[in-house]
T-cell receptor, first 114, second 110 residues
Framework: EADIYQTPRYLVIGTGKKITLECSQT?????MYWYQQDPGMELHLIHY???????EKGDLSSESTVSRIRTEHFPLTLESARPSHTSQYLC?????????????FGPGTRLTVL | QKEVEQNSGPLSVPEGAIASLNCTYS??????FFWYRQYSGKSPELIMS????GDKEDGRFTAQLNKASQYVSLLIRDSQPSDSATYLC??????????FGKGTMLLVSP
């Protein structure tokens, strides 16, 4: 089982601010993911990474960016927050080998943009 | 057609009963199937994975997979009020990504 940490857990911020949501995992998992989930709705993949220096866009068009400079760290940045970005952001990780595709989730960051 | 479809519910069962949750998927090439439990306001928690046709049991949970019918289900025996949550079905899409269904809300009444 993975240990995945997300900070902050809750964030209320004004329109136009730049924000970075942090995600770290201690299991050495190569694959990491960012999802967006609105209440009562399905998870939408917004970014993922296969490993260091690898980043891919997911299915959901997003104005966010990600980086993967270290295996354990996968931050997500919004350059200019808007009310439409209000949502829950979930980070997940998965080992490259073994039980492939199994993803383990962090606790999430609930973002509110005023 | 959505890639992963689930009845949104709620599915209401009395305590001690069997809860049956169903999921259909559209991609015949999918090889990995997962059930996650998500309590309100929390993140998804992995319950089971299944990769081969048939049944897979883990405690009170049984996952069933039928690739010919593109159907995967989760049975919860002896349902408890603490099982009340939304259950998400997830199916692999391509290499290393998952597509999630909208989830089925389960309510177990004491």
């Amino acid at each position: 089982e993975a240990d995945i940490y997300q900070t902050p857990r809750y964030l209320v911020i004004g329109t136009g601010k730049k924000i970075t949501l942090e995600c770290s995992q201690t299991m050495g998992h190569d694959k990491m993911y960012w999802y967006q989930q609105d209440p009562g709705m399905e998870l939408h993949l917004i970014h993922y990474s296969y490993g260091v220096n690898s980043t891919e866009k997911g299915d959901l068009s997003s104005e966010s960016t990600v980086s993967r400079i270290r295996t354990e760290h996968f931050p997500l940045t919004l350059e200019s927050a808007r009310p439409s970005h209000t949502s829950q952001y979930l980070c997940a990780s998965s080992p490259l080998a073994g039980a492939t595709d199994t993803q383990y989730f962090g606790p999430g960051t609930r973002l509110t943009v005023l | 057609q959505k890639e992963v479809e689930q009845n949104s519910g709620p599915l209401s069962v009395p305590e001690g009963a069997i809860a049956s949750l169903n999921c259909t998927y559209s991609d015949r090439g999918s090889q990995s199937f997962f059930w996650y439990r998500q309590y309100s306001g929390k993140s998804p928690e992995l319950i089971m994975s299944i990769y081969s046709n048939g049944d897979k049991e883990d405690g009170r949970f049984t996952a069933q997979l039928n690739k010919a019918s593109q159907y995967v289900s989760l049975l919860i025996r002896d349902s408890q009020p603490s099982d009340s949550a939304t259950y998400l079905c997830a199916v692999n899409k391509g290499y290393s990504t998952l597509t999630f269904g909208k989830g089925t809300m389960l309510l177990v009444s004491p």
